[in-house]
């Protein structure tokens, strides 16, 4: 699910930002959840913990500006994109290095909103092949398109990635979340595998094209076909 960052202190404006984003993803196939602060403080503590791919910051605000919020942000994740919102011009160059996305000014919102926001979805769209997790090496990023499977062993996820294996904290309901429109199926409970790695079903088993092979569940069986031929017409893998 994509994760959106809104923060401003006037109340009003996160509300009509807010507005923008849902009427913007309107007609969109994605899933997304947006999360509005006007205490720049709770969000500072919040960046911390909360895989944001997108944050709205106001420049100009009490307790943690804008700038300050990135400058906190990219201590620890380059992973997140950032649009910028100001009255003024002047901060424009003080933020190129925080490497933000975009930069909207509030006097052309209309105007510029959607053209930082068709940016960015094009990102997200074409580019937008990482998930984090976390690790017992630390926060790691993943290429989507090389991770083979996910499971839960010993009460833990394990990820099988680019012949390796990892061993990750973590709910696999929630990931299955991240992962289901990028060509990943729960053939079954403890079990997602990657399109892109299917070979053939036989029996009760699912095979990989490594080899591997997976129990899946028999009441999954007509799901994970439809899942299968919906990816193979649907997705560029």
């Known amino acids: 699910m994509l994760k959106i960052a809104i923060c401003d202190d006037d109340t009003v404006f996160v509300q009509l930002l807010n507005k923008k984003v849902e009427d913007y993803f309107a007609d969109k196939d994605i899933n997304y959840k947006s999360y509005c602060y006007n205490d720049s ?20 605000m009490p307790a943690y500006s804008g700038l300050e919020l990135a400058e906190i942000l990219r201590k620890f ?29 509030k006097r052309f919102l209309d105007q510029e909103f959607t053209e930082n926001m068709d940016l960015f979805f094009k990102l997200y769209s074409d580019q937008n092949h990482y998930i984090e997790f976390d690790t017992n090496k630390g926060k790691q990023h993943f290429d989507i398109r090389f991770i ?4 839960v062993y010993d009460h833990k996820l394990l990820i099988n ?13 929630d990931i299955y979340e991240m992962l289901r429109c990028h060509g990943f199926i729960r053939i079954h409970r403890s079990i997602l595998i990657n399109y892109r790695f299917f070979d053939s079903m036989k029996g009760n088993n699912v095979r990989l094209t490594d080899g591997k092979q997976f ?4 009441y999954r069986k007509k799901e994970i076909e439809n899942l299968l031929l919906t990816f193979s017409r649907r997705l560029n893998l």
């Open 41 to 60: 403080r709770i969000l500072e503590k919040e960046i911390k913990t909360i895989l944001f791919d997108l944050l709205l910051l106001d420049i100009e």
């Open 77 to 105: 994740s380059n992973y997140a994109s950032i649009i910028f919102i100001s009255n003024e011009d002047r901060y424009v160059f003080s933020s190129i290095k925080f490497s933000p996305l975009g930069y909207i000014r």
């Open 148 to 151: 083979r499977y996910v499971e």
């Open 161 to 173: 990635y680019k012949e390796y294996d990892y061993s990750a904290r973590g709910r696999l309901k």
């Open 215 to 218: 129990f899946y569940s028999k």
